[in-house]
């Protein structure tokens, strides 16, 4: 809603100006399509609480990582956006979305650490650096040819209404 405020004018009087506020609260549920660039069927489904538990689970396959409290997780924004969607009465608990939804990541060896880039539906919605200790390089560079070829891990949502 707009405000108005005074400024002064050329004469010393006070002129309304009209301040928008902020952006207008979502209306509707929260589609993957408003929370990623993603494209397709994919993009006009609610987000649902199947497809988040799976995002959830496929983060906590990946080693080295824990995220929340610490910064930005895709399965817990995701978990945010379905109980929003599930408030709203635009997805049921348990629900999956109509399309094939496959959650997972990728991890690729890099400089110092590693890159996970995290998919939805066969889509990246996220990518991350996570550093590694001296300690672990080495361990790592030992034992990794399974992450400098993309090692990753899945966690299917299945397809449900």
Request: hydrophobic letters at 40%; proline letters at 8%.
């Amino acid at each position: 809603m707009a405000r108005p405020q005074p400024r002064s004018g050329g004469g010393g009087e006070q002129v309304p100006v009209q301040v928008k506020d902020a952006a207008p609260a979502h209306q509707g549920p929260i589609k993957y399509g408003d929370a990623f660039e993603v494209k397709g069927d994919l993009a006009g489904q609610p987000i649902a609480p199947r497809d988040a538990a799976a995002m959830r689970a496929a983060e906590e396959e990946v080693p080295g990582v824990r995220v929340p409290g610490g910064g930005f997780s895709v399965g817990g924004f995701m978990e945010q956006a379905a109980q929003y969607n599930q408030a709203l009465g635009a997805v049921q608990p348990g629900q999956a979305s109509d399309t094939e939804f496959v959650a997972g990541f990728t991890q690729d060896a890099a400089p110092g650490g590693r890159i996970v880039t995290e998919f939805v539906g066969g889509q990246a919605v996220g990518q991350y650096a996570v550093a590694e200790a001296p300690a672990e390089q080495a361990k790592a560079a030992a034992g990794s040819e399974g992450a400098a070829a993309g090692r990753g891990g899945v966690a299917p949502a299945g397809r449900r209404n």
